[in-house]
């Protein structure tokens, strides 16, 4: 029984046709990124940035903004096995065009209460400490750039799990239909790695086939103390996802259904089957090919 343990733990392991991500960095500037909305009026949203719990103290700007680089935001507290739940925001002055690099200052100049509130701020953003060699010169060129960004940041599905947790919790985030900001995909802070997807039942066939018990207890095996990092898919084996390939599909299924319910356990428990059934059937065949 060991042994067959073993067997199908060596099969999880394989080839990823997944690469997962870190969550944005602002370098140390969350008291000015990280906001509270408290209204709304026509385009403009009045916020106040959260500087409670941040590392370096920032005033407190209460203000009126344009809404376009806001966005709803995602901490590692807000993340569970198969929900989510999110009560912040966060300006990121970035596109998923720009990527790594922000809108420059021209195009910020159509967006006046925006890039005036990032000027309050001028001296504290070009004095952070956070950039490397890697991208230094990004913030030398716009001083209110923020890292960790690509066109997976602006992906409306996330297959994300806490970077820092004792166990494996993945959840799919979709994207957000907010009160304030209207439709915008939830931005994950660098407490959360994530794979950016544009498929949805490609989002959840991937989060189905992590969460089922196998998967997750050799990510667990491979953890470096509780930090899970976006490498440790990448030993798995992850097929891509095929729309014609009904196991797929069927994992996908049980998966979206079991995303928020009450009892989670018991559509784990039917992936677990179909898992253990792909992996027996490998077993089977391997054993009967000749040497």
Known sequence: MENEKLDKTNLILGKSAYLARTGTFTGGANGIFWLNILEKHNNLLTIQNITER???KMK???TDLESDFIFPFLTGNDLEFWQYSYSKYTLCPHTIESKMYPIDTKTLEKYPKTLQYLEDFKTELQDRKGFTTFDKHIQLANYYAIQRIGDYTFAPYKVAWRYICKEFRPAV????????????????????????LHDR????????????????????????????TPSIISRLNLPKFDKSNEIHLKISELCQSGHFAENKQVFVCEIDVIVENLLTQITHKATLSPP
């Open 201 to 228: 039942q490609e989002a959840y066939y991937l989060c189905g086939l992590l969460s089922s018990t196998l998967y997750r207890q050799t990510i667990e095996n491979y953890m470096i103390g509780t930090q899970i």
């Open 54 to 56: 941040a590392k370096n």
């Open 60 to 62: 407190i700007i209460k």
């Open 173 to 196: 985030i979709e994207y957000a239909d907010d009160k304030y900001v209207g439709k915008k995909n939830i931005i994950p802070n660098e407490k959360i790695i994530f794979v950016g």
